[in-house]
T-cell receptor
Framework: AQSVAQPEDQVNVAEGNPLTVKCTYS??????LFWYVQYPNRGLQFLLK??????LVKGSYGFEAEFNKSQTSFHLKKPSALVSDSALYFC?????????????FGTGTRLLVSP | GAGVSQSPRYKVAKRGQDVALRCDPI?????LFWYQQALGQGPEFLTY????????KSGLPSDRFFAERPEGSVSTLKIQRTQQEDSAVYLC???????????????FGEGSRLTVL
């Protein structure tokens, strides 16, 4: 079965420190990979996506993610965290087996950046 | 505004009542999705429309759930005879099918939170 795992319910980091939010997936083939962020009382917002090519993709708000095919991982990273980055982050996979973008989401990781 | 709009934002229903949740997608977006997000979980796919055609409804939990998009724009998700397990946030998203460099990103509404008592 297709699945996405976000092993950490919460990640705590001090402002200015680098952050990593982990994501692994279990999907056959060459899926598309995404990160979305959810701020309180706001809809999910797109951060970045991996389609093909360079394993390091850059997205909004200084975030980047590293695709590792052998480890089936797509970890989200940022060199220097901001308090305003505190939010709920979702990793998602499009297995590409339906002809449209049918995303499978992880359970989310809450990022808390302390001042 | 230019984003995806959902209404109502909050709905409390008694068990057995019917509810209707509305989604106004971004103008020009041919793709429309409904997702269900239970408390503490990630969104789960319910159904997909391309214009007015419902191309995938494999995620609808039961035949009590029905979605439509008759004119290829506004969509309604209807839940008949609501049960407590239907309590969740229902998310609508729209997108362009394809953009330069790959699939278009999904633009989500703020969701409709349904509580069934």
């Amino acid at each position: 079965a297709q699945s996405v795992a976000q092993p950490e319910d919460q990640v705590n980091v001090a402002e200015g420190n680098p952050l990593t939010v982990k994501c692994t997936y279990s999907v056959s083939g060459n899926p598309y990979l995404f990160w979305y962020v959810q701020y309180p009382n706001r809809g999910l917002q797109f951060l970045l996506k991996y389609i093909t090519g360079d394993n390091l993709v850059k997205g909004s708000y200084g975030f980047e993610a590293e695709f590792n095919k052998s480890q089936t991982s797509f970890h989200l990273k940022k060199p220097s965290a901001l308090v305003s980055d505190s939010a709920l982050y979702f990793c998602a996979v499009d297995p590409r087996n339906t002809g449209f973008q049918k995303l499978v989401f992880g359970t989310g990781t809450r990022l808390l950046v302390s001042p | 505004g230019a984003g995806v709009s959902q209404s109502p934002r909050y709905k409390v229903a008694k068990r057995g009542q019917d509810v209707a949740l509305r989604c106004d997608p971004i103008s020009g977006h041919v793709s429309l999705f409904w997702y269900q997000q239970a408390l503490g979980q990630g969104p789960e796919f319910l159904t997909y429309f391309q214009n007015e055609a419902q191309l995938d409804k494999s995620g609808l939990p039961s035949d009590r759930f029905f979605a439509e998009r008759p004119e290829g724009s506004v969509s309604t998700l209807k839940i008949q005879r609501t049960q407590q397990e239907d309590s969740a946030v229902y998310l609508c998203a729209s997108s362009l099918s394809w953009v330069a460099g790959g699939p278009g990103e999904l633009f989500f509404g703020e969701g409709s939170r349904l509580t069934v008592l």
